[in-house]
């Protein structure tokens, strides 16, 4: 199902029981960061804070977090049962996405329910968090779509940046030139002009699961690939300040432009970024200077708290993880890669490491699939390890995949490579820090490695192995002896009858 706007999606987890609202007052200073974190870490509920220091008068006061923290919300957002499982959800999204779908533009809708301009443009109205200690402010752009066009080809785009609040009308951001509004910036840089920028808060959650992802849309934008993945059209309005469109039901736009000018620059950073650390030292970036903001009666800002370590979690992780892997199976699909059986990022938004299933066709198909993602926008903040298995491993099972790893894998026989000096993530603090200044360089720099731990075809077949290139399995029972065991196990005495162990239930 569609959900048509934020407001159907929480009532939709309150009649789940996966909604919990916060009634006493919090403050935006830390600790509606650390609830949301502490929440996350427990495996608990989206959250939706209704009393908040300093915004009971403010045209917003409510914000709601955590909407996409689970594996069941997920599915949910998709219009798929509770328990389905992470494998599946990558495939449906898969499918999905192999059409864009058409939108529809309308005249007007609830977020032109109120537009401010001039002196009543104020940031500080929106109940935005400053979500850790250490941030360089308040974080308003963290879950947000960002809208820009490029201005040759009318195409749009929609990414998931960060912005900090830096004045009451501006927001100081992140821009790599090797992401797509980066590219739309380039080109109005060149031509000596402004680039329109659009921000939305609070919509259907599928569609940060397409900002926040790699996807490759030569051909059109983000939207329509929503529509895809909504199985609903998009309807969108266009703004007040350009002709950039955005959804008529989100809950808050902010319209503005960026100047190429360094001299409008303002100090952002840092801010607790999704490797689990803080990233950005504060120094002048690229800012939008806010000139509109639209907005519903009594809007729901909409953010979340950014960064992953061990055991400790971030919602971008259970949403980012299937749809990367979407994003990625799908530019294989594309570019004529065969034989991919499944594809999964595990926890990529607070590491890169991308796992790929085959089925081997050729000597050299893993080192097709690495070059294919390392050519591509996916590349930005991902696949700096790709670990390449055949067709009988489960890339979902982490003991299956190390067991590949150590004993397919051969490093003397181009089996490990590395790839040195391409551009990569910014925020990897394994890289040094001067390497990771985007106004220098547009983007970070990587050295990646290809993991190949499919059998190896350099290696002939053996007379020994009955013709194949490994030994037979020697941890597989007969199948008469399994037959016998398992008729006999309650005389064994070993375990209770119909005890199930590792997934297998022995009945008599």
């Known amino acids: ?51 908040i220091k300093d915004h009971t008068g403010t045209w917003c006061s409510k914000i709601f977090v955590n909407g996409m923290g689970s594996r069941e919300r997920v599915a949910l957002a998709l219009g798929l049962p509770r328990d389905t499982h992470f494998r599946d959800i990558t495939r449906v999204a898969r499918e999905r996405l192999r ?41 308003i752009n963290t879950y947000a779509s960002v809208v820009t066009r490029d201005p040759e080809t009318g195409l749009m785009n929609t990414g998931t940046y960060r912005g900090m609040i830096t ?67 998009c309807e969108l309005v266009k703004c007040e300040t350009s002709d950039l469109m955005v959804p008529a039901s989100a809950e808050i736009v902010v319209e503005g432009f960026i100047s190429p000018d360094p001299s409008t620059f303002m100090p952002e950073g840092p801010f607790g970024e999704y490797t689990g650390y803080f990233a950005g030292q504060a120094r002048p970036k690229h800012t939008i200077r806010v ?62 490491i991308l796992k790929i299933r085959i089925k081997k066709a050729y000597r050299g198909h893993a080192k097709q699939v690495a070059n294919a993602l390392w050519g591509s926008g996916i590349g930005n903040y991902a696949a700096k390890v790709v670990i390449v298995v055949d067709d009988d491993i489960d890339i979902h099972d982490s003991e299956e995949v190390e067991w590949a790893i150590s004993y397919r894998l051969n490093a003397a026989m181009d089996q490990l490579l590395v790839f040195p000096g ?41 007379e020994q192995y009955s013709g194949g290139r490994f030994p037979p399995l020697a941890t597989d029972v007969a199948p008469e002896d399994e037959k016998r065991v398992k008729s006999r196990w309650k005389d064994y005495g070993i375990l209770p009858v119909d005890k199930e162990i590792e997934g297998l239930v022995y009945k008599n």
């Open 167 to 233: 004045e009451k009308n501006k927001i100081g951001v992140l821009l790599a030139m090797t992401q797509h509004w980066g590219h739309h910036f380039k080109k109005y840089s060149d031509m000596g002009k402004e680039m329109p920028v659009a921000v939305f808060y609070g919509w259907d959650p599928t569609m940060l699961m397409l900002s926040g992802s790699a996807l490759i849309h030569p051909n059109c934008s983000e939207y329509e690939f929503c529509s895809s993945l909504r199985q609903e059209q």
């Open 291 to 352: 000139e509109c903001i639209t907005h519903r009666d009594n809007p729901i800002f909409r953010g979340n708290i950014e960064g992953t370590s061990p055991h400790k979690w971030a919602e971008s992780t259970f949403y980012g993880d299937p749809m990367f892997s979407a994003c990625a199976w799908k530019l294989l699909d594309d570019v004529g890669v065969p034989g991919v059986r499944d594809v999964w990022f595990h926890n990529v938004t607070s590491g890169t």
């Open 422 to 462: 391409t551009f990569g993530s910014m925020l990897d603090p394994s890289t040094p820090l001067e390497q990771r200044n985007i106004i220098k360089y547009g983007q970070g720099k990587w050295a990646r490695i290809l993991v190949d731990a499919t059998i190896n075809w350099e290696l002939e077949p053996q």
């Open 1 to 51: 199902m569609a959900y048509k706007d934020l407001r159907e999606w929480i009532s939709t987890l309150e009649k789940e029981g996966l909604l919990s609202r916060i009634k006493c007052e919090v403050d935006w200073d830390g600790e509606i960061g650390a609830i949301s974190r502490e929440a996350l870490n427990q495996k608990g509920p989206a959250l939706l804070f209704e009393n």
């Open 99 to 139: 059409t864009p779908s058409e939108v529809k533009v309308v005249d007007t809708g609830p977020v032109k329910e109120n537009i401010l301009r001039g002196d009543d443009v104020d940031l500080y109205q929106i109940p935005v968090p400053r979500w850790r200690k250490g941030d360089g402010g308040r974080y």
